[in-house]
Each structure stands twice: as C-alpha cells, then as structure tokens.
C-alpha cells in the first residue's frame, strides 16, 4: 500500500512567489494533518481535517499561508505570497478515525524561499 | 496546557552501549496517549510505538523498550546495544483524546549519533 504521498519534495523560489504543496493521504484516513519543521520552532502543527473539513487551524502563522482539501485524497498549503521565514520542511501525514491512531507521514517538501 | 519536554538536545554514545532517551509530558486530560517517531537523516517521520494512559505496562520490542510512569508524566525510550543505523532525531509526542482525531504535541527531540 502506498504512504502518504507529497509533491513536489523539494522547492525553491524567490520571495513574493506563490508556493503550493501537495499531498495525498493513506486511502481510507479520516484526517489529515499539516505540520511545518524548523530548527527554532521544530515541529508544528498548522491544521488539520477531519473528512475534508477543516477543524483547527491554529497553528496557520498568519494570512499568507492557506489549506484546501477538496476531497478524501488530495489536499493543497498554498504560501502566498511566500517569505524567507517560510523556509522549512512541511510534512502531511494522516490518520484513522481516533486520537488513538498513530499517524503517518509523508516525505515531506523541502521549501526554500530566497 | 499540553506540553512536551525532552531535555537531552544531543547525545552521543559508542555502538553496543545502552542509551536512554527521556520525555515528560504536561496534560490536564486523563484520556490521553504517548507516540515515540524516529527521523532518520533521510529525513521522514517514522512511527515506533503508542501508549495509552491507562497502559502502564512497560513494552519491549527487539532492543527498544519504553519505560511508562504515571506518577512522574514520563514515558521514557531505552535502545540497548545502540547500532550506528540508530543514529536519528527522536521525537516524543502527546495527543490527547478530547482533541478528535489525536492533534499530536511534539517535544522538541533528542538528536541520537552512536559511533562506531
């Protein structure tokens, strides 16, 4: 069976550029979760969905970054525009229908903002 | 509030020794479970092991065990006769169940370099 499967796995733009990152869960995952990691902050929820639709998004740092989820395989962060201080890893990664579950997670994409 | 700690940034140690990797945990919840994940250099997050609140049972597999003690919040990972292919980031994490759908609290993790 295929993981949680993230496009691109490596990014680099320039600042003031639209970035989005792609993501399709394990078939079958209730939820789908957004995390972002840097050394300073380390890993972050940003938000996450419970059958497509969003339940926090808390952790989403300001207006800039944004998160669809327009059916059960396939979900989208968009950076809009992006900054420098967006410079991360940002993983996906789902789960089944309980705070029980462990989730599982993709790859993850490298971003770099120049 | 939900918290995680794990103390130990960085810890290094020569293949074979034993090595023990802490975490203590804040929640107001008493529904609640435990999640260790290893990041290897090749950078995903891998899951190894769920605990829940009520399981206090210590649980060993292969050269892991994790060590869960209530009265301390602490849930504690041991690797014994560490390999070089442990070498990782270790991540300790909280997830409570009034959050559906297990909202994970990472700690900040514990960086494992064994040496040959």
């Known amino acids: 069976d295929a993981g949680v499967i993230q496009s691109p796995r490596h990014e680099v733009t320039e600042m003031g550029q639209e970035v989005t990152l792609r993501c399709k869960p394990i078939?079958?995952?209730?939820?789908l979760f957004w995390y972002r990691q840097t050394m300073m902050r380390g890993l972050e929820l940003l938000i996450y969905f419970n059958n497509n639709v969003p339940i926090d998004d808390s952790g989403m740092p300001e207006d800039r970054f944004s998160a669809k989820m327009p059916n059960a395989s396939f979900s989208t962060l968009k950076i809009q525009p992006s900054e420098p201080r967006d410079s991360a890893v940002y993983f996906c990664?789902?789960?089944?229908?309980?705070?029980?579950?462990?989730?599982?997670f993709g790859p993850g994409t490298r971003l770099t903002v120049l | 509030a939900q918290k995680v700690t794990q103390a130990q940034t960085e810890i290094s140690v020569v293949e074979k020794e034993d090595v023990t990797l802490d975490c203590v945990y804040e929640t107001r919840d008493t529904t609640y479970y435990l999640f260790w994940y290893k990041q290897p250099p090749s950078g995903e997050l891998v899951f190894l092991i769920r605990r829940n609140s009520f399981d206090e049972q210590n649980e060993i597999s292969g050269r892991y065990s994790w060590n869960f003690q209530k009265s301390t919040s602490s849930f504690n990972f041991t690797i014994t006769a560490s390999q070089v292919v442990d070498s990782a980031v270790y991540f300790c994490?909280?997830?409570?169940?009034?959050?559906?759908?297990?909202?994970?609290?990472f700690g900040q993790g514990t960086e494992l370099s064994v040496k040959p």
């Open positions: 990664a789902s789960s089944l229908n309980t705070a029980y579950n462990e989730q599982f």
């Open positions: 078939s079958g995952h209730d939820y």
């Open positions: 994490a909280l997830s409570e169940a009034y959050n559906q759908g297990g909202k994970l609290i």
